[in-house]
C-alpha cells in the first residue's frame, strides 16, 4: 500500500523540480525529503526521477503517479474537510457555481444570508464561466448565462434570474461620456476592445447585434476578459462593450453608457439540481432572485436607466436564450 506522507513528498519534489526545493517548502531536511523518495521509489518498484542539470525531472512513470497522487491527495482533502465540518456540526452541504461578474455583484450577499440563514451548511463556492455537460461536474446551483437553445438538462431546473443589457465603457473625457445612451452603430468608428473569449456567449450576443446593425465590431484587442478589456480603456487603447453586470468591476475614470438600438441582452439563469432541493438551496436561489430583481443594474442610476426602454432590445436571436 503506497504511503500517503511520501505521496505528498514525492509531489512536493515533481512540484519543485529538485529536493532541496522541497525540503524547504516542506520544512524538512533534504536528507530526510531523499529517504522518503528513495522509500516510495522501493515501494513501487519504479524510477521516479532523472538528473536535469542541477534538479530533477519526473520520469514518464513519476508523471504517471504525480497525476494519480494528484486525485488521490484531493480525495483526501475533500474527505478531512468532511470530517471537520462534522466535528464543527456542519451537517449539510451546498454547492455554489458562478461567472466572474455574477460573483462580484451577487455572491457577497447572497452567501452572507445564506450563511446566517443556515450556520450548520458548509458552502462551496467554485468559479465557472460556462456550465459543465456532465451532471457530476455541476453545482447545487450554478449561475450561468443562457446559450441559444439552453437546456439545464435532466434533474436540473432553470429558473431566470434577469436580463443583463450591454454596456459602453468609455474614458470619462471622450465626447459621447456624458450620454444617457449610445446607439450601437455609433461605436462602429472607435477602436474596440474584445473582454470575452472568441466562443463565448456573451461575445456571441454582441457580435449578433453589430451585425444586425449593420457593422461587424472592429476589434483591436483581445483582452478576452472585462477587467482587462477596461483595463486597456483605461489606458487610452480604445473602448469596450461588455454586459450590465460586469461593470461592477469598473475602475475609476471610467464611464459606462447604456448600448441601445440595438441593443444586445445576455439572459442569466439559476441552474439548480433537483436532487439537492431543500431549505437551503430555496434559500439560495431566492437570495440570487431578490438581487437581480432588485439590482439588476447597481451600477446605473437617472437617465441612463431611463434609457433601457423595453423596446430597445433586439428580438429573437440577438437575444441570449
Known sequence: ?????????????????SVQGAAANLAYTPSAVSQQ???????????????????????PAGVALAAEADALLARLGEAESRVA??????????????FASAGAAWLPSAVRGISEAFPGVRLD?????????AAE???????????????????????????????AVLPRD??????????????????????????????ARLVEACHAAGFSPPFRLQAHDPSTAMAFVSAGMGVTVIPGLC???????????????????????????????????????????ALATDRPLPHLAGAAMQALEPGDAVQGEVRAG
Open 1 to 17: 500500500m503506497l504511503d500517503i506522507h511520501r505521496l505528498r513528498v514525492f509531489r512536493s519534489v515533481v512540484a519543485s523540480g
Open 137 to 167: 461536474d455541476r453545482a447545487d446551483l450554478q449561475i450561468a448565462v443562457e446559450t441559444d437553445r439552453f437546456d439545464p438538462g435532466p434533474g436540473f431546473s432553470a429558473h431566470r434570474l434577469c436580463e443583463d443589457p450591454y454596456l
Open 174 to 203: 471622450h465626447p459621447r461620456a456624458g450620454d444617457a445612451s449610445i446607439d450601437l452603430p455609433d461605436l462602429a468608428a472607435e477602436p474596440w476592445i474584445d473582454s470575452d473569449v472568441p466562443d463565448g456567449p456573451c461575445r
Open 85 to 98: 465540518d462534522l466535528r464543527a456540526g456542519r451537517t449539510g452541504r451546498l454547492s455554489i457555481a458562478y
Open 37 to 59: 523518495i528513495t522509500a516510495l521509489q522501493r515501494e513501487t518498484g519504479l524510477a521516479l526521477f532523472e538528473r536535469a542539470g542541477r534538479g530533477l525531472r519526473p520520469t
Open 247 to 289: 461593470s461592477v468591476l469598473m475602475p475609476a475614470g471610467l464611464t459606462a453608457i447604456p448600448v441601445v438600438r440595438p441593443a444586445p441582452v445576455r439572459t442569466v439563469t439559476a441552474v439548480l439540481r433537483s436532487a439537492s432541493d431543500g431549505p437551503p438551496l430555496r434559500a439560495a436561489l431566492d437570495a440570487f432572485l
Open 125 to 133: 463556492l467554485r468559479l465557472s464561466e460556462t456550465l459543465p455537460p
